[in-house]
Each structure stands twice: as C-alpha cells, then as structure tokens.
C-alpha cells in the first residue's frame, strides 16, 4: 500500500489506494527511523556538494598556475569560474525530491549531480537517463521500479515522504498530497523550478531531441513556460559542451518577465543561458520616436522583408569602364566584360551583401595578382595584395558596381528618396502604403533620425541581409504569439542552424499582429516542419477560474482547445461595487490574510490611483519591475501582466481593461488567468458580454 509520513501526523492509519496518508503496513516507529536516515542523507549530500564545490573553488585560485599561456590561463578561469557558480547551493531549496528502489539499487533524484569523495553518486541529475523513470515509471509500467518516494519539504528541510510500491500496483497519481502540496505552494517571488513535478506529457517535451523543434500551444497555467526552461536546461545537460560553443537563448516579452523567470535555470546549476526580449534583441538603434499604430503594423509586415532585400539588390550594378592600377613602373588593366563577369558570378551566390563585396574585391585584385605575376619573376607578398585591394581604381570600381552600406542607411534611404522606394516596392505597397512608411519625417541622416521599435526590427532585418548574425544552438521563445512577422525572421536568423522550442498561448494574442495560426509564425521563423504540441490540463489556475476565462474563447477568434484544470480547490468572485478604490483597499487587505502573493491588476491608466490609494491605507506595494521585492502585493497595469502569476488576483474593471486596446477581450483572458489560488473580479460598469453570466456575489 502506499505510504506517506510526517514527524507531526497523528497516529499511522489505513486508507484506500486513493488516499494521501498510507502506513497502516508498517509501525510509526519504522516511518519516524526512514524519515531520520533521509534527512541524514540530505546532510550527507549537502556537506558533500560543499566539498565539490570547495575543490572547485581551489582549481579556480590556482588555476593560472598550471595553465600553459595566458590564452589557456583565461579559459581555465572561465570554466572553472562557471564550475563553481553551478556548484552554488541553495539552503531554502531540496537537494532531492524523490528516490528510486529497484531490487538492487536506489538513487536519490535532485537538482544536480552530487557524489562523495570517491566519486559515488549520492544525488543523481533530474535530467539524467535512469531520473527519467522518477516521471515517467507508472502501476501499469514500473519500467523496473519498485518504489518511487517523493520527499516534502519546508525551507529546504526535510519534512515528510510519500511511497508507492508501483511493483504492486499501488500509484497516487494526483492524489499524492506531497505532489499537489509543491504546485499549489504559495507564488511568492521569482518563478521556481518544476523539478519535482514534471508531468509524463511535459517530460516528454522537456527531453525531445536537441535537433527537434517544437511549438507548444499551451493553455493558461499548463506550464508551458517551465517545459520551456526545463528544456533548455536538459540540452545542456546532454549537448554541454555543443551548446556551449554555440549558445541558449531565452526569449521573453518584456524585462518584468525575465526577472520573473530568472532564478530558475540558475538553481537547476545552469547559470550560462542568455535570456533577453525581442526588442533587446534587435537593438542595433537607439529606439527614441513611437510609431502611429497603423504605421507599426505596416512595418511588422512581412512584405517589408521582400522591399528591403530588393532596396539591397538594386544597389548592385555591372560596371561601365575597365579599371587601370598603377603599379610602380607597371600599369595593370581589367576590361569592362570581365568585371562584369565578377559581379555576376558573386550576385548569383547569393551571399550577405558585405559578404559578397569583399568577395568582388577579392576577385578584382585576384585578376592583377595574375598580370603581374606573368609579368614578374616572384608573387607579390600579402603587403602588395592589401594595398591592390585599397587603391583608388579598384575602391571606385567597388563604390559603383557594389557600394558599401549600412542597415540604417538602407532604410533612411527607402524613407527619403520616394524613387528608390517605388522601385523596392513596386507590386508590394500600394502608393498609400508606400506614404505611410514615410510619413514618419525621417532625419537628414540616420543617426539624426528618430528611430522606432518597430523600426528598429527593419534595420535588423537590413543587417541580416548585409551580413549573418551569430546564431545560437538552441532558443527558447516565451509567449510567441505576439511576435510579429519581422520579429519571427529576426529570431530565425540567430536559429538557423539549430531549434526552437516555441511557447504560447494564441488565445493570449494582444499584439495588433498576434498570430492566429501556429503554422504560419513556423514558417515566418524557419521551422515550418515544427510539431505543434498542445498543453491542455492545468496545474495551477484553479478550475472556477479556468471556467470563467474560458467564457471568453468563442470571442477570441482562435482556434484553441479549452483550458482544463485538475484543480478543484481555489476561489472566485465576481462582484459589482460601488466604489472601485475602496473595494480594492478592502479586497487587499482581505487578501493578506491568507499566504502567498497578491497582484492587483487594472488598465495601465489606474495602475498610479490605485497604488496611491493603498499607499494611503498603509498597504505597501510594488511594480511588476520589482520582482525582487519583499512586499507581498504587486499593482500592475493588464499590459505587462502577461506570463506572471500571483496566489491571488484582484482584477479591476474588467469593462476598463477590454477597452483600453483593440484586442481587449484577449488581455482581459490574460489579465483572469493570472491567479493560482483565488481570483475576485470588482466592477462598476457592465461586464464585457462573453462574461455576463459569469457567477456573481452580493456587494459587500
């Protein structure tokens, strides 16, 4: 029968397989003794990950000692440098969540892989091939298990353990007290690991193949963004040293978001993954003018992308006289057909723009290596092959058969010369979309013009068709159903040749370009083969909640299956008030007296009224930006609400939030969707129509 035991639980009983308590089939006395020598091994294994961490940190001090050259003393430090960073322990964090019995063995499953001084495993790596059966082993396939025991905690403690003899057919599956008791854990602060809850249809994403490319379509609190993390995290478990040469990227919608998700990969022991937004990603101007919402949807088009590789094809042009150098007392000469030839020959090769014209000068300065060889009795030397290559003739032939240019004045120049834009767009823009695009009084240069983010994704664009961009081996991008068409190219240019895993959630569509079909963001991306994987069943939004955002769907004009919730506890109310402020106080301070975290949300205008309001009520409050805080309750405008979480949510006007922006209903779905425990709705004016028949309460 399965088993749990606490050091404070009442007296040992029986109850059925369903149950969360089990020890009727062994005395107190046994459990009390099994729990001592666990949380013995729990010391045992935090003293010896501190020695390996010790050692580590003695390499790190000697290390330019033993290192043959200052090249190989730095990149000694550095690996021993990370080596210890990845060593670091957490004290408020397990070591390990379960353990593994087979009929011969047992192992210790946790966070990182830690062994004693003779290099015996005590802890094995979550990602490692045998922690697979922690997630996956079941009553119906034991895969060789005969008992699999998850471990409670409390601040790092060890507190309780939970059994089931799988060999016998004995499984709690979601009944287990210890696995509902960690999901539903009280979300105060940054985002945590999943480790010890990983679901066998999230594991099985979490380990696909480093070459596999994946779209997770996943419904609110499904853990789409913890697949995501926890994926990245087993590539470089399994590819350590590939990835390390090329990289992991983490894409994320705005800073709130990666300071929310930041602390995870870091107490997994990967502290080397880049984590950035799509805006951080494209900055190669400063970004200091907003564009007119029809303007930005215009430049997010992906018939941008063709206008701006036709502005850099139509800079190439064939040559019009032969060049002559002068070499000392020698003159060398290239006719017009030959160069033309050259220039025709690179073009067709379909190189980055830079890339093919130092290719044609390299070619130009081939042909009078040539000549005077056959005139000289030695090859000149590389001096002479620098100096061919920066003479006059040849840079003039260069500046008039394949100039020179830069990203920002590409696009300046399809802003400013109408000729040049008519031509690029020719069967692309109508004439007023082509007016649009210059409306925007660009200035007399580019460095004088005031750029916008959505600019700022065209010039990226125009860079990646000058030269290629360093790529990454794999990248995670988080809440992708925003990214635009320009913005899909951007990251498939630093992706092509490795994978993506793609989160979202189309239904939490806000940009004016949301995506609407996962296939076609694959494509803008690079990846149009990708499997699209969908993540139904929740774990942390509760279902009363789950049902109320979903009223929502049908008026969403997406294609998506509805949210599930396993959970059957949480609460929700929906009421109207006559005074938003006041209740908002009230609801607050209501809040704080149960655990967890607290997020108010509202429409970004109110975000200022209600924090001041709270202030005077001596509530203290922080800002989505400080994530860090130690204050238990967050105001945060519904627009930088996406991919946050809070214990409880105060939602403010619902009717506010909806028209604030042309695609409210779906902020108002993210804006729901937030809460893991409980959620209270407060309005004044009508609720948005998919939600009137939603549960209500009597004004308080």
Not at 252 to 267: H, K, M, S, T
Not at 537 to 561: I, K, Q, S
Request: hydrophobic share 45%.
């Amino acid at each position: 029968m399965a088993q749990s035991v606490e050091p404070t639980a009442p007296p040992p009983h029986t109850a059925d397989r369903a149950g969360s308590r089990h020890t009727a089939d062994r005395p107190e006395r046994g459990l009390a003794t099994a729990l001592a020598a666990e949380q013995a091994h729990l010391a045992t294994s935090r003293a010896a990950l501190a020695r390996m961490r010790e050692r580590a940190e003695a390499l790190f001090s000697t290390g330019q000692h033993v290192a043959g050259d200052p090249y190989a003393a730095e990149t000694l430090g550095r690996t021993l440098s990370r080596r210890v960073a990845e060593l670091a322990d957490q004290p408020d964090t397990p070591l390990f969540f379960g353990r593994l019995t087979f009929a011969d063995a047992e192992h210790h499953v946790g966070r990182r892989h830690v062994t004693d001084d003779l290099g015996e495993p005590l802890v094995l790596d979550w990602r490692a091939p045998l922690s697979r059966l922690f997630y996956r082993a079941s009553a119906r396939d034991p895969q060789g298990v005969t008992v699999r025991r998850r471990f409670g905690f409390d601040r790092g403690e060890l507190t309780s353990f939970e059994d089931e003899h799988l060999g016998r057919g004995e499984e709690l599956g979601t009944a287990s007290r210890i696995l509902t008791g960690e999901i539903e854990r009280p979300r105060v602060g940054p985002m945590r690991d999943i480790v010890a809850t990983i679901q066998p249809e999230q594991d099985e994403l979490v380990r696909a193949d480093l070459e596999t490319s994946l779209c997770v379509q996943g419904a609110p609190g499904t853990g789409k963004t913890a697949v995501g993390l926890h994926r990245a995290a087993y590539l470089l478990y399994l590819h350590r040293e590939r990835l390390r040469r090329s990289g992991v990227l983490v894409v994320g919608p705005n800073r709130a978001f990666l300071a929310y998700i930041a602390a995870v990969l870091p107490a997994l022991g990967e502290v080397e993954v880049a984590q950035t937004t799509v805006e951080e990603l494209v900055a190669r101007v400063p970004v200091r003018a907003v564009d007119a919402p029809e303007v930005a949807a215009l430049k997010h088009d992906v018939r941008l992308a063709e206008v701006l590789r036709r502005a850099v094809e139509a800079r190439v042009s064939g040559a019009t006289e032969p060049i002559v150098v002068s070499d000392g007392s020698f003159r060398w000469r290239i006719g017009v057909d030959p160069l033309r030839r050259i220039v025709e020959e690179t073009r067709r090769e379909g190189l980055p723009y830079a890339t093919g014209r130092e290719r044609v000068r390299a070619r130009v300065v081939a042909l009078l290596q040539l000549q005077a060889e056959s005139r000289r009795a030695e090859s000149p030397g590389d001096a002479w092959l620098r100096r061919m290559g920066r003479c006059r003739p040849v840079t003039d032939f260069l500046d008039a058969a394949w100039p020179a240019l830069t990203p920002e004045g590409l696009l300046h120049l399809l802003y400013t010369d109408p000729q040049v834009l008519a031509t690029a767009a020719d069967g692309l823009l109508t004439p007023a979309e082509q007016e649009l695009l210059r409306a925007g009084r660009p200035g007399r240069t580019p460095k004088a013009t005031r750029w916008t983010a959505a600019d700022a994704v065209l010039v990226d664009e125009a860079a990646g068709l000058l030269e290629r961009p360093a790529g990454f081996g794999h990248v995670v991008v988080d809440e992708a159903q925003d990214l635009s068409p320009m913005q899909c190219r951007a990251i498939a240019r630093r992706s092509e040749h490795g994978s993506l895993t793609l989160l979202g959630d189309l239904a939490q569509g806000t940009a004016p370009w949301s995506a609407t079909d996962w296939r076609e963001s694959l494509a803008h991306l690079g990846k149009p083969d990708a499997a699209v994987v969908p993540l139904t069943v929740g774990f942390r939004v509760p279902a009363a909640v789950v049902a109320l955002a979903n009223r929502l769907l049908p008026a969403l004009a997406v294609d998506v299956p509805p949210a599930e919730s396993l959970r059957r506890d949480g609460a929700l109310d929906v009421r109207t008030v006559p005074d938003l402020v006041a209740a908002t106080v009230a609801e607050v301070r209501a809040a704080l007296t149960h655990d967890g975290s607290v997020g108010v949300v509202a429409a970004d205008d109110a975000v200022d009224r209600l924090r001041a309001a709270l202030a005077a009520a001596g509530v203290e409050t922080a800002t989505a930006d400080d994530v860090e805080a130690a204050t238990r309750v967050t105001v945060v405008g519904a627009t930088a609400v996406k991919g946050l979480e809070y214990d409880q949510v105060v939602a403010v006007e619902p009717a506010a939030i909806v028209a604030a922006e042309p695609r409210g209903l779906h902020r108002l779905y993210v804006v729901l969707t937030r809460a893991v425990s409980r959620l209270t709705v407060l309005h004044t004016a009508p609720l948005p129509g998919p939600l009137v028949d939603a549960p209500t309460a009597p004004t308080r």
